[in-house]
């Protein structure tokens, strides 16, 4: 059984900056792709970021580009998010997820493992 458990939301300023974790349990968090989504309010999920089973290949979307940093630890078994320069519009429920590919993938469909989700509300 993969569980996958998202941490470090909150409510900050515009312009503050957060670290969002994700701690996978199951042996083998480094064969999987990850990827961080979210999911503002009235509005579809959407892709932040990717990153690839080693670490070396990276998406992200437009919006997030130069503001926001994926990363990943394969000996604590943990995917992160740095989020820099915060904006009002990053306000959203952050959810990581696990591919069983090891890949790149910005599609929802690509990844079968979610966690619950991190709120991040950013005021203005």
């Known amino acids: 059984q993969v569980q996958l458990v998202e941490s470090g939301g909150g409510l900050v300023q515009a312009g503050d900056s957060l670290r969002l974790s994700c701690v996978v349990s199951g042996r083998t968090f480094s064969n999987y792709g990850m990827a961080w989504f979210r999911q503002a309010p009235g509005k579809d999920r959407e892709s932040v970021a990717a990153i690839s089973w080693s670490g070396d290949n990276t998406y992200y979307a437009d919006s997030v580009k130069g503001r926001f940093t994926i990363s990943r630890d394969n000996a604590r078994k943990t995917l992160y998010l740095q989020m820099n320069s915060l904006k009002p519009e990053d306000t959203a429920v952050y959810y990581c997820?696990?591919?069983?590919?090891?890949?790149?993938?910005?599609?929802?469909?690509?990844?079968?493992?979610w966690g619950q989700g991190t709120q991040v509300t950013v005021s203005s």
């Open positions: 997820a696990a591919s069983r590919s090891g890949g790149v993938y910005y599609r929802g469909y690509e990844y079968v493992y």
